[in-house]
């Protein structure tokens, strides 16, 4: 052992609390985290979930049983569920309807069914009229890219109005995975949310979360759709040590964030990414409770009430 | 308010406190520390925060000596960056990137940064001018002297889809290793040690390419968050054969943390990728640089 290295690891110990044998053994149990204790914060709602099989391999939690155990260990009470057959399918009224029994066999209470329309396919009004009427989903999830069209597809506005004249939300996902490990057969054209903007300027009621979106580098299309629209985000794709407290925070000298906190919900974009990145991502930056209490529920329940 | 506390108590949520991350003894081996365009220094200082929030016992910086971007070329701060490396040596370390373009340039750096400096090891950067991977003939005296040193050896590598036909690593960039260019060297080289970084970008293909050599380990940070990765890796290379980085502040310490805590490994080999097997393979040169750590 070299003492001369006690400086850096005590200051780490001394800044943390005591206790952490106990917790280790805890923490260090694998597939058996601590069971929430009743009485302790509320839970999460966690707004972009994705049942069934990825199509390019088997994820460690996509049986449906398994997903929603793995999302109460981590006190999340209610989860968001789209479908990944909805990316590669082309009957996506089986697929909703597969989605909505699953949720409601398997979800426990947990996971709220958002089924999906595909504007390249014929007859998408159908899929959208069942998923409300029949499924009573809350919502519809789009997956631009995968299911062959972009943001500047002419039906696009015409969904957002009919998705808000039935008060259903609308989520547009904008990545599921890193095209640099895409199968080779997959050629996705990066999503451009810029045509998103006028569309949600002419309808105001609409209610529009982007799920995975971090925006451009130059930070334009968020600008844009922060200030010019009223749509709502998640946190899945805000890639950076701090990032998530480094856009909804105001800047030194109270400059305004980039985002308001209000608009941002939890994400975690299980099961393809692990449910722990989004919890620790809440954590990693210095939020306030109130803050975190916003990120963690509240927000998602101005959006979609319990 | 502390910057330091959490204002919520993570356990209620199913993950580590901060306390237990300490407990974790977590070494950042992949740490962008000063790889900024405008201001390396205020980047730095700035990340800090998130370093010592999450419990990171130390941080191994990419940058020291050059740039990424030009390796060779001495930039305006390597002087600072050099006493940085001295003044916080309790908490931080570096590692100096080279170019196996230019291997008598590449050896030169070593001698000055290693052996007459501070550094503890070399990385393999994402690409270089004359395009030469490391499996290239002119990375064998780099490879001999870093033998010498006890250098620790970190090899950024990809597979990226692309080309044309479109297919794993096609889509490189010159110079731009993969995890086949690694293998290639480490079977020249068999008493060394290799780190094979970014598990080769595409974990699912990186991890069979290394898996029958054994003396490749397998470095995953700098990607995205994949459910049962680290599991995939574990169960086919051992848990010893794998090192954790931070890839902060591009990445976030709770993207690259998330890839263990969500695997199935028992807490000892927790313990080992976190920080105990880079430990054991930077031992020698830590203690040769009497840079202070515990096993």
Known sequence: ?306 | MDPLAFALNPADYGIPTRDELVAYRIWDTHFHGFNATSDPLGQFHANNLYVRRMGIERSITLEAGGTLRAPLEPAALDAEVRALLVKERAWLSGITPIDPGFPDESCAKMEAWIRRGPCIGIKYVGGNSRGIPCSHPNNDPIIRLAAELGATIYIHTWLKVGGTPRGPGRGNLPGESTPQDVVALARRFPDVRFICGHSGGDWELGVRVVRAQPNVLLEFAGSDPHSGAVDFAARELGADRLVWGGHGPSRSYATELAKVLESDLSHADRLKVFGGNFRRLAAPILRRQGIPFEL
């Open chain 1, 1 to 306: 052992m070299n003492t001369a290295s006690l400086p850096r690891r005590r200051f780490l110990c001394q800044t943390a609390a005591v206790g952490a044998a106990a917790a280790l053994a805890r923490a260090g149990a694998p597939g058996a985290p601590p069971a929430p204790d009743p009485a302790s914060p509320p839970g999460i709602v966690d707004t972009h979930v994705t049942l069934f099989r990825w199509p390019f391999r088997r994820l460690k939690y996509d049986a449906t049983p398994a997903l929603v155990a793995k999302l109460r260990r981590h006190r999340i009470t209610e989860a968001w569920a789209g479908t990944h057959e909805a990316l590669l399918h082309k009957d996506l009224a089986g697929a909703n309807e597969r989605l909505a029994a699953e949720c409601r066999t398997h979800g426990e209470g947990l996971l709220r069914p958002f089924g999906s329309v595909n504007l390249a396919w014929p007859d998408w009004e159908e899929d959208l009229r069942r998923c409300h009427e029949e499924h009573r989903m809350p919502g519809v999830r789009l997956f631009p890219g995968y299911q062959t069209f972009d943001l500047s597809h002419p039906d696009l506005g015409r969904l957002i109005q009919l998705t808000a004249a039935r008060g259903l939300i609308l989520q547009i996902v904008f990545q599921m995975e890193d095209p640099r490990v895409h199968h080779p057969l997959l050629s996705l054209p990066v999503v451009d949310a810029r045509p998103l903007v006028p569309l949600l300027e002419r309808t105001p009621a609409a209610r529009v979360q982007l799920l995975h979106f971090a925006g451009n580098v130059a930070g334009t299309d968020l600008r844009a759709l922060v200030d010019r629209t009223g749509a709502w985000f998640e946190f899945s794709r805000w890639e950076g040590n701090g990032r998530l407290g480094q856009l909804i925070r105001p800047a030194p000298g109270g400059a305004r964030p980039s985002v308001p906190a209000a608009r941002v919900l939890f994400g975690s974009h299980a099961p393809y990414f692990p449910v722990e990145t989004g919890l620790l991502r809440l954590f990693e930056s210095p939020l306030d409770a109130e803050t975190l209490h916003g990120l963690m529920h509240r927000n998602a329940r101005r959006l979609l009430p319990a």
